[in-house]
């Protein structure tokens, strides 16, 4: 079975632009999460969709905004871009009912000038 | 809340030996905990993980953690250290989840980055 596929791997934009990141979960799973990681703060939860509906959200500005749809991929996109969202995003996919396993994508790599 | 602190910020131990890292929570509850592992560039290996029953847990690569709720502990433990180890590892926890309801929502520690010495 394919694990999870995030892309594109690498990105670089300047300040004020805006992003957009996709993950593909694992065949079956419903629930996609994405996690934030930097040096300074560690791993942050950024939200959570399951069925195409937020079903939790962490605490970062609404720059950062999420989505997903019917057959379960998702998207994250943060808008003008400040040089401190330069980080690792990762998703992570589980069947989002019963188990609480998430299992990660190998994230992408987002740099902001 | 929940909170996760994992002491030692980095780890060193010689091939062969006894790894130990610590993960300590913060929890209303007892939660759900986790070990995850990442190597250079890639995203999070789940190591094991401790929801319920037994509190003695086998995960992959011959490591192992155990609950122990009256010290709010989960530390991990490798009998025997080899190069490939070498990574940062991750504890993190999650609720219990609502009633109807589960919440995947991990929180982590800050990571142990463990160096194995030949």
């Known amino acids: 079975k394919a694990g999870v596929t995030q892309t594109p791997r690498y990105l670089i934009k300047t300040r004020g632009q805006q992003v957009t990141l996709s993950c593909s979960p694992i065949?079956?799973?419903?629930?996609v999460s994405w996690y934030q990681q930097t040096p300074g703060q560690g791993l942050q939860f950024l939200f959570e969709?399951?069925?195409?509906?937020?079903?939790n959200k962490g605490n970062f500005p609404g720059r950062f905004s999420g989505r997903q749809f019917s057959n379960s991929r998702s998207e994250m996109n943060v808008s003008t871009l400040e040089l401190g969202d330069s980080a690792l995003y990762l998703c992570a996919s589980s069947f989002g009912q019963g188990t609480t396993t998430q299992y990660f994508g190998p994230g992408t790599r987002l740099t902001v000038l | 809340a929940q909170s996760v602190t994992q002491l030692g910020s980095h780890v060193s131990v010689s091939e062969g030996a006894l790894v130990l890292l610590r993960c300590n929570y913060s929890?209303?509850?007892?939660?759900?905990l986790f070990w995850y592992v990442q190597y250079p560039n890639q995203g999070l290996q789940l190591l094991l993980k401790y929801t319920t029953g037994a509190t003695l847990v086998k995960g992959i690569n011959g490591f192992e953690a155990e609950f122990k709720k009256s010290e709010t502990s989960f530390h991990l433990t490798k009998p025997s250290a080899h190069m490939s180890d070498a990574a940062e590892y991750f504890c993190?926890?999650?609720?219990?989840?609502?009633?109807?309801?589960?919440?995947?929502?991990?929180?982590f520690g800050k990571g142990t980055l463990l160096t194995v010495n030949p």
């Open positions: 969709y399951f069925s195409e509906t937020q079903r």
């Open positions: 065949s079956g799973h419903r629930s």
């Open positions: 993190a926890v999650s609720d219990r989840g609502r009633s109807g309801g589960s919440n995947y929502k991990l929180t």
């Open positions: 929890s209303s509850v007892p939660p759900y």
